[in-house]
């Protein structure tokens, strides 16, 4: 990876360029400067970093320097916007279109969270958005396209013509609740095809919106030369890779860090007729310093407020400390992991309980002694999950406990956490071949044996990998199922507090 500072990058140096290339330069070049955000669904800063107000002011800072220098500035979002925050629990992600209506972005592609409450609330928030969002590999009951997003996009600048397309991980099916009439084309395949469509529509510029993890980008970029930049989401990097012809561009993710990519674009006469040349520089702003936006901070701090009205109720103490960063929810035994499955476990009165580590979302901290609230749970637990029920094969629940350690080098959010449960793994091991010593309430697992199980209704369906949970047999499906959020509550009031540890429930072998 090569990560190149800001220059600056005259119309001189790019004409020099040019005539020692043997090019006659005929047109004025374009400054373009694109802004990129991704992965942003977190309405204020956290430890003074990221939030819409930050966003915001990196954004009006951009316009009104490159504007009045005559260029142009797009603002840009790489997907997973509406979902998995607090409060789009309750309004299902409106406030965050709304916000990023003010702040103004030119174009987005669709993230797998944007199909966290299922299409048919996708569809609503499209609707609602003032700024086009691309969906190029998305079909929908059988058609190309899905309902509000466009295929791909051509926006005028200065003299020149940029083509925008949008590629959304093929993944989404086993991330998030996009449904049976959702489907997604391989990446690269759909994007030869509509940097074709593109190229013949005039584009001299191709850029591709992409949510999918870096491997996937440079695969996109090796089979499709006709892409120029690639502006990508989902695997939450901070990345700038520039290799002289192609480039991609993420930038982590809530705004902590705001990717800036100023482009000079210029068309030259070459031996062969008129041709494109275009030569970027590139910044990579961490927020931590930035000062908000006064007008988007005022309509952040009205959100918080009304939210901490509804949930700044107390529900009890935790005896231990709690831990729910990323790393620890996606790794190993987590005190918080096993305080849900138990609370799950206990609500329904199943024989074992298992719940997905990426469930969890706080990616925070709790000192022993500290007053839990209805907020930290609901942090905690963003998505509206439910509890479901269903008879399960000893055979499909070790298949799913296999799943759920099959990535675990890679901290992926299949980790189990369970109740009723025990077991012990060998990361070193093939995937498929990992668990040994499996017990259901404290007896060596029957793999023949039917069990009650609870598990969140996203895996229920196969999310996350735990295919082998569709085998099951269902008892209380999602349409009769409670929250998940709303029984850790029960169990934290009923308890008097959390006095759940780290029990031995999930061992590591090696």
Request: glycine share 12%; hydrophobic share 40%; charged share 25%.
């Amino acid at each position: 990876m090569r990560v190149l500072l800001r220059t600056v990058l005259p119309a001189l140096l790019l004409a020099t360029f040019a005539s020692l290339a043997g090019f006659s330069v005929f047109a004025e070049p374009l400054r373009l400067s694109i802004v990129h955000v991704n992965d942003w669904d977190r309405l204020d800063p956290k430890d003074r970093a990221g939030g819409a107000a930050k966003i915001a002011s990196i954004a009006r800072y951009e316009r009104d320097r490159v504007e009045a220098e005559g260029g142009q500035v797009l603002l840009t979002f790489g997907g997973d916007m509406i979902s998995p925050s607090l409060l789009s629990g309750f309004d299902k992600g409106a406030h965050m279109v709304a916000l990023a209506n003010a702040i103004g972005f030119n174009a987005a592609v669709l993230g797998n969270h944007e199909f966290d409450f299922g299409p048919e609330v996708l569809i609503d928030r499209l609707k609602e958005a003032k700024y086009p969002v691309l969906g190029s590999n998305i079909s929908y009951k059988g058609k190309p396209g899905f309902p509000g997003a466009d295929r791909s996009l051509l926006i005028e600048a200065g003299e020149y013509r940029i083509g925008l397309l949008g590629l959304t991980t093929t993944d989404t099916p086993s991330l998030s609740s996009s449904g049976p009439d959702v489907a997604f084309t391989p990446l690269a395949e759909t994007a030869k095809e509509t940097t074709e469509a593109l190229r013949g529509q005039g584009a001299d510029l191709v850029v591709a919106l992409t949510h999918a993890v870096y491997q996937e980008d440079l695969e996109t970029l090796r089979q499709v030369a006709g892409i120029d930049i690639v502006l990508g989401g989902h695997d939450h990097l901070v990345l700038i890779l520039y290799d002289g012809k192609q480039a991609i561009l993420k930038s982590g993710s809530q705004g902590n860090f705001v990717g800036i990519m100023d482009i000079v674009i210029d068309r030259v006469e070459g031996r062969g007729g008129p041709q494109l040349v275009w030569q970027p520089s590139f910044s990579m702003v961490n927020t931590l310093d930035v000062e908000e936006d006064p007008e988007i901070a005022q309509r952040v701090a009205g959100y918080m407020a009304e939210l901490d009205k509804e949930l700044a109720v107390d529900i009890g103490p935790t005896e231990v400390a709690l831990d729910t960063r990323r790393s620890s929810v996606r790794s190993g035994e987590n005190a918080f992991g096993n305080l849900v499955a138990d609370a799950m476990r206990a609500a329904t009165r199943a024989d074992a309980a298992l719940t997905n580590g990426g469930g969890i979302r706080g990616d925070t901290t709790y000192v022993e002694g500290r007053v839990l609230t209805r907020k930290d749970v609901l942090t905690e637990l963003p998505f509206g999950n439910k509890t479901v029920t269903m008879r399960l094969k000893g055979s499909d629940l070790k298949a799913a406990l296999e799943n759920g350690v099959s990535k675990v080098e890679e901290a992926a959010g299949r980790f189990p956490h369970v109740s009723g449960i025990s077991f012990a793994y060998s990361g070193n091991k093939p995937a498929g071949s990992r668990v040994s010593d499996v017990k259901v309430g404290g007896l060596p697992l029957d793999l023949g044996k039917v069990y009650v199980v609870a598990v969140n209704d996203f895996v229920a369906r196969g999310g996350d990998g735990y295919t082998s949970l569709e085998n099951g047999e269902p008892v209380v499906d999602a349409s009769s199922a409670r929250l998940m959020a709303n029984q850790v509550i029960d169990f934290i009031q009923a308890k008097g507090g959390v006095k759940i540890g780290v029990e031995g429930r999930v061992r590591r072998l090696d």
